[in-house]
Nanobody
Framework: QVQLVESGGGLVQAGGSLRLSCVAS????????MGWFRQAPGKEREFVAA??????YYADSVKGRFTISRDNAKNTVYLQMNSLKPEDTAVYYC?????????????????WGQGTQVTVSS
């Protein structure tokens, strides 16, 4: 069993930055593919970014603005969000997949955090 705890959300003005963190329990963190998803009110949960091995993947809407990274020694995955826009407002979720390779399909992830709210004001 893996538990994920996100932090770092908050209220920021458009153009600002936030860094989300997700700490995972367990000693096998390095073997998990990790992803970030988000869900805005009235919308489905959507893929944001993922990381596995040395590869990273991004949704087109955040490419060039967001960066996903991980520190296996700290069991932590990060999402650095720059040039934030009001449309980035959502609850952001960390997810873990017990496979080597990441995917943008939320149904392929085995564990989820509780989410952290990100609000971008215009």
């Amino acid at each position: 069993q893996v538990q994920l705890v996100e932090s770092g959300g908050g209220l920021v003005q458009a153009g600002g930055s936030l860094r989300l963190s997700c700490v995972a329990s367990g000693r096998t963190f390095s073997r998990f593919a990790m992803g970030w998803f988000r869900q805005a009110p009235g919308k489905e949960r959507e893929f944001v970014a993922a990381i596995s091995g040395g590869s990273t993947y991004y949704a087109d809407s955040v490419k060039g603005r967001f960066t996903i990274s991980r520190d296996n020694a700290k069991n932590t995955v990060y999402l650095q969000m720059n040039s934030l826009k009001p449309e980035d407002t959502a609850v952001y979720y960390c997810a873990a997949r017990d496979r080597m390779w990441a995917t943008n399909d939320r149904n392929q992830y085995d564990y989820w955090g509780q989410g952290t709210q990100v609000t971008v004001s215009s």
